[in-house]
C-alpha cells in the first residue's frame, strides 16, 4: 500500500496563538481579573479580595527574582494553613521556582535531609516551626540559604530566624509583575516527599500539566458549585492540599485558612463562615463524628473529601446523618493526591445508611485527569477478573502521575512498570468497575497460607459502640505464621476486655480472620492522621519477644 500524507499533517502545528503550556498558575490570573473584589482569603480578623491576593503573589514571585530566585530553583516553606502557604502556591512558580513544602511534624534531621537533597536556595519560615528548622538548617550544611520568617500575629510564640520577613518581601516586589509562566508544562512546578518509613523519603516531582488537571478534576469530581467556601483541614504541605490551592483559584472560591485540627473551630468555621467543602483524613472524620452534639449547629449543605486508609463504614455513616456528604477518593503522593474517586449512583440513594456506606467506602474509578486504573498481577500484569474477591496490585497511569523521584533513578523505574505506575496497594475489582482497597502490600496478614485484609477486620472493630478507633496488624505466630493483632483506642468512658472484644468480631467475620490479640491505648499517627503501621508492627513483634 502506498503511503499516504494525510491531510492534517502539514501546515497545522503547534504555535504560540493555538498552544499554550498547561498550569495552574493561569487559574490565579483570571479568577483576579474577573473577581477582583471577591474573597479569596479568610484568617481570623484577615479578609483578603482575590485582587488583594493575586497582587501580593505577584509582589512576592518579584523579590524573590530580585533576590536570584530563578528557574528550577527549590524553595522550601514550613508552615501551617495560613495565607501565606496559600499565596507560595503561585508566587514560588510564578518566579520560575519549584515549591517544596514540607511536612510540619518532622524532626530537624528529616528536614535537613529534604533541605540538602532537594537543594533547597531558599525556606519560608512559619514562627510556630523557627526552632526546628533553624536546627534543620545548622545540620544540613545550607547555610547560604534565602530564609523568610513569615510573622503570624495570631500565633503566640517562636522569633525570627531569617535574613528577611514575608512583609519585607512584599514591600520589595512590584504587583505588577509578569510572572515567569513554564516554557514546557512538563516542566516541575512542585516537589513532595513521601514519609520515609522504611528509610529516607522520596522526593515526588509534579509537573504543571499534572498539576493544572487534577486541580480541575477536583472540581467535576466533587462537583463544586463556583465560589465555593473551601475549609482548610486537610494540611497544605500534603500533596500540596491535594492540589486544592490550585482548586480554589479555578474555582474563584474562598480559602478558610485554620492552623490547627480540632473539632471546635472547625464547627465554628464551617457555620460561621459558612463553609461548603473541606478535606481529611478518616481520623479527621472519626473526630468529627463524636464531637458533642452542641458544636453541631449548622444547617446549609457541607461537603467532605476523605481518603487515606478506607473509612470505616460506620464513621461515613455518622457524618452523611449530622448532614455532612462523604465524597470516598483515593490516590498517593505520587498521583498528585486524589486519582480515584467513588463516584456516586443515584440510584444507591435507594438503599439503607448502612449498604450506602459501604458503598461509599470503596475506592472507586478514576477522575478526569486519569487515563488507566486497574487490578493486576504485579508479576505479570495480567489484570484480575472483577470478582470483588481476587486480590492484586492497584495500577494507574495517566497526566496526574508523577515525574518521578528526584535524584532516584532507579526508584523511579522500579515504580514504572510496563507503561504503569505500581501503587504498592492491594485491592478487587467489583463487576461494576470499581476498585476497592484491601491493604498496603506490607500490611496485609498471612496466616495459615490464607490472606486476611487488616482493612476488613478494622472496619468490624469499628462497628463496636466503645471503640473510637482501630488499627490491625500481623503478628508473628509458631503455628499460623502470622495472625491479626488490634490494637484499639476506645471512646472516653468506655469499658471492654480483650476477650470480650474479640467475641464480637467472631460473631460478624469468618473466625480464623478475627484478633487474636488485642492491645489497649493511643495509636501513633503521622502529621496527617494516618496510622503508623510500621510502629504497630514493632510492637506485635515484641509482645513475642516479651513472651
Not at 536570584?68 to 521556582?97: C, Q, R, W, Y
Not at 466533587?222 to 467556601?229: D, L, P, Q, V
Not at 481520623?283 to 470505616?312: C, E, W, Y
Not at 493486576?376 to 497526566?399: H, K, S, W, Y
Request: aromatic share 8%; net charge negative.
Amino acid at each position: 500500500m502506498l503511503n499516504k500524507t494525510s491531510i492534517y499533517a502539514s501546515g497545522l502545528d503547534a504555535v504560540a496563538a493555538n498552544h499554550v503550556a498547561l498550569t495552574p498558575l493561569s487559574f490565579a490570573e483570571r479568577t483576579a481579573g474577573i473577581y477582583p473584589e471577591l474573597p479569596a482569603v479568610v484568617y481570623g480578623d484577615i479578609r483578603r479580595t482575590w485582587g488583594e491576593t493575586y497582587d501580593r503573589m505577584r509582589r512576592i514571585a518579584s523579590a524573590l527574582v530580585q533576590r536570584g530566585i530563578g528557574k528550577d530553583d527549590t524553595v522550601s516553606v514550613i508552615a501551617a494553613n495560613i495565607p501565606e502557604m496559600f499565596e507560595l502556591h503561585f508566587s514560588v512558580p510564578m518566579a520560575g521556582a519549584v515549591l517544596n513544602t514540607i511536612n510540619t511534624r518532622l524532626d530537624a534531621e528529616a528536614i535537613a535531609f529534604i533541605l540538602a537533597h532537594a537543594e533547597a536556595k531558599a525556606i519560608f519560615v512559619d514562627p510556630e516551626f523557627a526552632e526546628v528548622t533553624d536546627r534543620a538548617i545548622r545540620i544540613s550544611g545550607r547555610r547560604d540559604m534565602l530564609v523568610i520568617d513569615i510573622e503570624d500575629p495570631s500565633f503566640d510564640g517562636g522569633r525570627l530566624v531569617g535574613q528577611a520577613t514575608y512583609d519585607a518581601l512584599l514591600a520589595e516586589g512590584d504587583p505588577g509583575f509578569d510572572p515567569i509562566l513554564p516554557d514546557n508544562e512538563w516542566d516541575a512546578i512542585s516537589l513532595n516527599y513521601t514519609s520515609g518509613t522504611t528509610g529516607n523519603p522520596k522526593g515526588v516531582v509534579y509537573h504543571h500539566r499534572g498539576a493544572a488537571l487534577n486541580a480541575m478534576s477536583n472540581i467535576t469530581t466533587w462537583g463544586m458549585a463556583h465560589h465555593s467556601r473551601y475549609l482548610w483541614t486537610l494540611p497544605m504541605f500534603h500533596c500540596n492540599g491535594w492540589c486544592f490551592p490550585w482548586t480554589i483559584a479555578a474555582n474563584a472560591g474562598v480559602c478558610l485558612c485554620l492552623r490547627a485540627v480540632r473539632a471546635e473551630p472547625i464547627f465554628q468555621l464551617i457555620r460561621d463562615e459558612k463553609a461548603t467543602h473541606f478535606c481529611g483524613a478518616p481520623i479527621v472524620l472519626n473526630m468529627l463524628a463524636n464531637a458533642p452534639d452542641h458544636l453541631k449547629d449548622f444547617s446549609h449543605q457541607v461537603r467532605v473529601m476523605t481518603a487515606g486508609a478506607s473509612p470505616p463504614a460506620a464513621v461515613i455513616e455518622k457524618m452523611e446523618a449530622m448532614g455532612v456528604e462523604v465524597t470516598h477518593v483515593y490516590g498517593l503522593t505520587e498521583t498528585y493526591g486524589p486519582s480515584v474517586v467513588c463516584a456516586w449512583k443515584s440510584d444507591w440513594n435507594a438503599e439503607t445508611p448502612e449498604r450506602r456506606a459501604r458503598l461509599k467506602a470503596r475506592q472507586g474509578v478514576k477522575n478526569l485527569a486519569l487515563a488507566g486504573l486497574m487490578v493486576a498481577d504485579p508479576e505479570t500484569l495480567v489484570p484480575c477478573p472483577a470478582d470483588g474477591q481476587t486480590m492484586g496490585e492497584i495500577f494507574m497511569r495517566g497526566n496526574n502521575v508523577m515525574k518521578g523521584y528526584l535524584k532516584n533513578p532507579t526508584a523511579t523505574d522500579d515504580s514504572f512498570t510496563g507503561g504503569w505506575f505500581a501503587s504498592g496497594d492491594l485491592g478487587v475489582m467489583h463487576p461494576d468497575g470499581y476498585v476497592e482497597l484491601k491493604d498496603r502490600s506490607k500490611d496485609i496478614i498471612i496466616s495459615g497460607g490464607e490472606n486476611i485484609s487488616s482493612v476488613e477486620v478494622e472496619d468490624v472493630l469499628y462497628k463496636h459502640p466503645a471503640v473510637n478507633e482501630a488499627a490491625v496488624v500481623a503478628r508473628p505466630n509458631e503455628k499460623w505464621g502470622e495472625t491479626p493483632c488490634a490494637f484499639v483506642e476506645l471512646k472516653p468512658g468506655a469499658t471492654i476486655t480483650e476477650a470480650d472484644l474479640i467475641a464480637f468480631c467472631r460473631q460478624n467475620m469468618a473466625h480464623f480472620k478475627t484478633p487474636k490479640t488485642v492491645v489497649f491505648g493511643e495509636l501513633p499517627k503521622t502529621s496527617t492522621g494516618k496510622v503508623q503501621k510500621f510502629v504497630l508492627r514493632d510492637r506485635a513483634r515484641a509482645l513475642n519477644d516479651a513472651t
